[in-house]
T-cell receptor, first 113, second 112 residues
Framework: EAAVTQSPRSKVAVTGGKVTLSCHQT?????MYWYRQDTGHGLRLIHY???????EKGDIPDGYKASRPSQENFSLILELASLSQTAVYFC????????????FGPGTRLTVL | QQKVQQSPESLSVPEGGMASLNCTSS?????YFWWYRQHSGEGPKALM?????GDKKEGRFTAHLNKASLHVSLHIRDSQPSDSALYFC????????????FGSGTQLTVMP
């Protein structure tokens, strides 16, 4: 089964600080995604990537950057963390050639104080 | 307004009962659907996809799609406590599309 791991699993950050969330997949999938989950909003797409060294904006990219240095790794960067970025963040991957089923990691709970 | 709307927000059913979840897309560009399930403390996991009108059955789970009304439902028969989870409906532009628009979810509780 597809494997997506995330680190850290939880983090407390200070307002204005820099936060980096990491994601690693071992499935050889082309697509990788970053979502945030807030109560009442479901999952909202922040950034995605379909090839290494390239990232695309999703529906809510403001305040976030992404980096895909290799096919396996995808990072989400908050340069200046804000209170409104407190949420659970999920990374996911999918294969463009077999199925577009998205495989999710276990999530990172981020609290910005 | 969200493009994908789910109802109810929460649902309680007795063990062994039938759970019915609903989802509607407000965008005719998004008429292919997935159901995802998320247990507490975990990431979502795909349950099933449905791209054609009619029913699709996988074990105790049956999805029904009406493309004309952009309405999809998920029915879980013989519900088990392990089915207690947050269920998401997601819509895509096509069966071969990467982009998913998620609804806000239905919290299902199955009471022993």
């Amino acid at each position: 089964e597809a494997a997506v791991t995330q680190s850290p699993r939880s983090k407390v950050a200070v307002t204005g600080g820099k936060v980096t969330l990491s994601c690693h997949q071992t499935n050889n999938h082309d697509y990788m995604y970053w979502y945030r989950q807030d109560t009442g909003h479901g999952l909202r797409l922040i950034h995605y990537s379909y090839v290494a060294d390239s990232t695309e904006k999703g529906d809510i990219p403001d305040g976030y950057k992404a980096s895909r240095p290799s096919q396996e790794n995808f990072s989400l960067i908050l340069e200046l963390a804000s209170l409104s970025q407190t949420a659970v963040y999920f990374c996911a991957s999918s294969d463009a050639w077999v199925s577009y089923e998205q495989y999710f990691g276990p999530g990172t709970r981020l609290t910005v104080l | 307004q969200q493009k994908v709307q789910q109802s109810p927000e929460s649902l309680s059913v007795p063990e062994g009962g039938m759970a019915s979840l609903n989802c509607t897309s407000s965008d005719h560009n998004f008429q292919y659907f997935w159901w995802y399930r998320q247990h507490s403390g975990e990431g979502p996991k795909a349950l099933m996809s449905i791209f054609s009108d009619g029913d699709k059955k996988e074990g105790r789970f049956t999805a029904h799609l009406n493309k004309a009304s952009l309405h999809v439902s998920l029915h879980i028969r013989d519900s088990q406590p392990s089915d207690s989870a947050l269920y998401f409906c997601a819509a895509s532009r096509g069966s071969g599309s990467w982009q998913l628009i998620f609804g806000s979810g239905t919290q299902l509780t199955v009471m022993p």
